[in-house]
């Protein structure tokens, strides 16, 4: 059914399988591992990566939805179903799922973000029939009544209100109206509380069988597991799920003016100023976000880049905070920064410094030594997300879910080992420009 | 239609209690697991180098990173009494920069070789931790040999890492969490040397060149170290590699450590310290018991798990799922070359903290009165044995593992016989083990809003409250007709 190395196989014609592709090519950097991947019948996704060195497996299923899907006045709804996946299922009782991992030794979690929703585990090799017939039965028959609804929206409610607790959050939700202006990309992965209290069962029936279908989601299974049994389990347990509707995943493209905006927004929480600094990119995957990527490192990322040492320097630390970085949601990208100071004056010779280090970066091209340095720190955290069965597993689903062509996998970190210092220039002054900068400063009450 | 009704029902009860139609047979109940597969541990190696360092290798093909670990038998327990924290002070020196590195090269020198470095202290040792890209294994070896060579004393460093660890320290003294933890470590450790390891910020006025450099000097020996090494190196060309940058690190004699046995309370006590405007509430519970021997320490690992190790242990399914007292609540042991520490640790809604501590009392007293039935210890056996794979994955993890093995000198058969040690503990002999550690005086630690939990604990006959930096303000004590009285 999968086709291993490079030799395909037709079993799996015969067990109704169509055999999309197997993918061994290797770039110059990348990490060498095998890797094939199938499609389903009934559309789902299959991705196999074998490592026979311990006796471990790691499953992880990714559906393709998170809040940017949700529509507008349900908010939340994607963190509610993540929540009721572990409610129960027709053979599953409600919180079994986390005994059935637990009593095997096994670890599990599952995640929502804008555009994914996430279920991993990692078992005893022996135990991935397990694994696949719990999540074939959340997949195939979840049970959403009322009872289990009203309990998870009462944990969204919690979550929500250890969230608003938070100080920074109401900014941080202020700014991302500003920058992405759209409901689906602009509202909070939490939702609103208002939102929360009006949802109901039946919003989350919806949900569940507009989203939770095998067509919409891609099964990964990492680690060590017997080749020919694994292909016979995955069809015994998913082959049968009927497929979904189709899903829209194109969003209306946004249309932004560019020019410089800067609000000022009261945090009641916060116990000192702060602001959030954006600026509008490249959408993920496209050529410029691999540039984007490595102009990452060199603004934020390890002890010695570049604004990390303006803002922060031990010999002239101006923040008491800073962070910055790309933030991904579905067809769009941002990158981000927030600074925590001590007056509203210190904050505007932040925002100074960092334009200023962006100009001298625009003036002048890096250092062959610097930009070795900067994709050093790349390479290490790309293969650092290869470290483990589940990490792997969950960085396949997300390379499955974010780029346009799967079977480029071996060969992206190559394309950010390929950014020249040229590349960087041009992209800075693309993108890191003061008419591209959305500012919102936040005062203390 | 109530025909038809009763028809539907019919069909639901035949077809296994399920509204979905048409459902597979083997969908009804979870798979048998297949055979157990060996498990084969990366190969270890051993070698004592020329200056009589202890060096372990593990070899783990196509690894693009290779970990290095060392052991110091420098931990915070051997720290002069005054000034207390000498051990963490040094530490947090090392890797600040060498007598010919800046701390700025330094931290371009390790994000140039995709390195992370770190130190923690601990009672009896520290453990630096320094990963790095493979292809990098020369400068790395070469850092190392300077940290530990010529590290940089300076006193501008000096005042740096004392304004740095203050501004620290006092962030964390605002974190019920750490506050808690400290105040249960002063309370179990009382006049050891183990409670230095809980100072606290005013002592670090106290740090000094002097006894930082005497500290650094006496300690940090290769006869008093240890090193983990995994890369894709086999013994000899990594043992050729670590002598070759650190053969002129030169041992000493050390006089030999003798530590008093941990003592056990003399009675129950309860503390509230306050963390005032603190939204949090931590509860810590805890204990120290007499080091265990091997067939002890797994007695001890099965009754963990059944407590509080896992989300599915007693605790947590108590205090957070059933009872939502609490956003979770867990148990864990610690070894050292003293005894052990065995604690319950909650983070819970401060409006719950009274019902929330009764129940951590109940859940630690039925394990003391009743045996845990065979089938919650076969569970919690299970989750040990099947979850060890899991644990060594990565191969910092499995270098860490093997660290904390050397440093608690568990031995060669620790691991070798642990599958074997899980399975012979029986209901038995966790009985008999929490009925011997759980059946004595207990602290217990409240930490949060004063001002919030006391008004929610006048349940309780007595307890003591202290400040956030943990000095003793007064005693709250009940009396007949159940009214509050503050004693200072």
């Not at chain 1, 500003?178 to 409901?183: G, P």
Request: glycine share 4%.
């Amino acid at each position: 059914m999968f086709n291993h190395g490079r030799r395909r196989t037709r079993v799996g014609i015969s067990l109704g399988l169509v055999l999309v592709f197997a993918a061994p090519l290797l770039g110059q950097f990348g990490p060498s591992f095998p890797l094939t991947h199938a499609r389903l019948k009934n559309g789902l996704k299959v991705i196999l990566s074998e490592d026979p060195s311990l006796p471990v497996v790691s499953v992880a299923v990714a559906y393709n939805v998170g809040s940017v899907h949700e529509p507008f006045g349900k908010a939340g709804l994607a963190t509610i179903m993540e929540n009721l996946m572990f409610r129960g299922s027709a053979n599953v009782a409600p919180f079994q799922h986390f005994n059935f991992i637990n009593r095997v030794g096994g670890e599990l979690s599952a995640s929502t973000s804008e555009d994914r929703t996430i279920f991993y585990q990692t078992v005893p090799s022996n135990q991935l029939a397990l694994v696949l017939w719990l999540e074939s039965d959340r997949m195939r028959s979840l049970e959403i009544n009322e009872g289990a609804f009203e309990r998870a929206r009462m944990a969204l409610l919690d979550d929500l209100l250890q969230k608003k607790s938070e100080p920074y959050y109401d900014s941080q939700l202020s700014f991302d109206q500003l920058i992405y202006s759209d409901f689906p990309h602009s509202h909070p992965v939490l939702g609103t509380e208002e939102n929360a209290r009006n949802l109901t069962v039946e919003d989350a029936r919806n949900f569940y069988t507009g989203y939770y279908a095998p067509n919409n989601a891609v099964l990964c299974i990492t680690g060590n597991f017997n080749k020919l049994s694994v292909s016979e389990l995955v069809a015994r347990y998913f082959e049968t799920i009927p497929r979904g509707k189709d899903v829209s995943q194109s969003f209306e493209p946004p249309v932004y003016t560019r020019q410089p905006v800067i609000k000022t927004f009261q945090d009641v929480l916060a116990s000192a100023p702060a602001f959030h600094l954006g600026f509008r990119i490249a959408p993920p995957f496209s050529n410029d976000f691999y540039t984007l990527s490595i102009v990452d490192y060199i603004l934020f990322r390890g002890r010695s880049s570049r604004l990390t040492r303006r803002l922060l320097g031990r010999d002239n630390k101006i923040a008491y905070q800073a962070a910055g970085g790309i933030e991904k949601r579905k067809d769009r990208a941002i990158y981000r920064i927030f600074c925590v100071v001590n007056n509203m004056a210190m904050a505007e010779r932040c925002q100074e410094a960092i334009f200023a280090e962006l100009d001298r970066l625009k003036r002048t091209v890096l250092s062959e030594p610097d930009l070795v340095r900067t994709k050093t720190m790349f390479k290490r955290d790309y293969l650092e997300r290869l470290s483990s069965s589940m990490e792997r597993a969950l960085f396949l689903c997300e390379s499955f879910l974010s780029l346009r062509n799967f079977d480029d996998v071996p060969l992206e970190l190559d394309k950010y080992m390929k950014v020249t210092a040229n590349d960087i220039v041009g992209i800075l002054n693309r993108y890191f420009t003061a008419d591209n900068s959305i500012i919102l400063n936040v005062k203390t009450k | 239609m109530k025909k038809i009704q009763l028809r539907f029902a019919v069909w639901v009860v035949l077809s296994g209690m399920s509204v979905f139609p048409q459902q597979e047979r083997f969908r009804r109940s979870p798979p048998p697991p297949e055979p157990l597969q060996e498990l084969k541990l990366p190969r270890i190696e051993r070698a004592v180098l020329s200056n009589q360092l202890n060096v372990s290798i593990v070899t783990r093909e196509n690894a693009p990173f290779s970990s290095l670990q060392l052991i110091v038998f420098a931990g915070e327990s051997l720290s002069p009494n005054v000034p207390a924290g000498t051990a963490t002070f040094v530490a947090s020196l090392l890797g600040r920069g060498t007598l010919v590195r800046s701390v700025l090269d330094v931290e371009e020198f390790l994000d140039s070789i995709g390195g992370a470095f770190s130190i923690s202290v601990g009672q009896d040792h520290i453990l630096l931790t320094f990963h790095f890209m493979e292809e990098y294994l020369d400068p790395a070896l070469g850092f190392l040999s300077q940290v530990l060579l010529q590290p940089n004393f300076t006193r501008t460093e000096i005042d740096y890492a004392k304004f740095t660890t203050t501004y620290d320290l006092v962030a964390k003294e605002k974190d019920p969490d750490f506050v808690s933890r400290r105040h249960l470590a002063r309370m179990l450790f009382q006049n050891h040397p183990y409670e230095k390891f809980a100072f606290s910020s005013d002592a670090i006025k106290a740090w000094n060149q002097t006894s930082l450099a005497d500290f650094f000097d006496r300690f940090y020996r290769p006869n008093n170290a240890r090193i983990i090494f995994a890369s894709s190196l086999s013994l000899n060309a990594a043992t050729r590699k670590i002598s070759q940058y650190l053969n002129l690190w030169q041992p000493r004699d050390l006089p030999p450590i003798a530590l008093p046995p941990l003592k056990v309370p003399e009675k129950e006590r309860i503390c509230l310290v306050d963390v005032p405007q603190s939204r949090e509430c931590m509860a810590y519970v805890g204990t120290v018991f007499p080091n265990p021997g091997n067939p002890e320490r797994f007695d001890l690992a099965v009754l963990n798990q059944v407590l509080g190790g896992t989300p599915t242990s007693r605790l947590f399914m108590n205090l957070r799922e059933s009872k939502a007292f609490a956003n979770f609540a867990y148990s864990e042991a610690e070894f050292y070359r003293a005894g052990g520490l065995f604690l319950v640790r909650a983070k819970v809604r401060p409006e719950a903290i009274a019902p929330a501590l009764q129940e951590i009392r109940k859940e630690i007293r039925t394990l003391t009165k009743e045996p845990v039935s065979s089938l919650e210890i076969e569970q919690a056996k299970s989750y040990l044995i099947f979850n060890f794979p899991l644990r060594i994955e990565r191969y910092d993890e499995f270098s860490r593992r093997m660290a904390d093995n050397q440093a608690r000198n568990d031995g060669e058969e620790f691991w070798s016989r642990y599958y074997e040690q899980v399975m012979l503990v029986n209901a038995d002999r966790v009985f008999a083990t929490a009925q011997k550690l759980l059946g004595q005086p207990l602290i217990l630690v409240i930490a949060g809003d004063k001002s919030v939990l006391s008004e929610r604990l006048t349940d309780l006959e007595t307890y003591d409250v202290f400040d956030a930096k943990g000095q003793f303000q007064y005693t709250v004590t009940k009396d007949k007709k159940g009214a509050a009285h503050e004693a200072r």
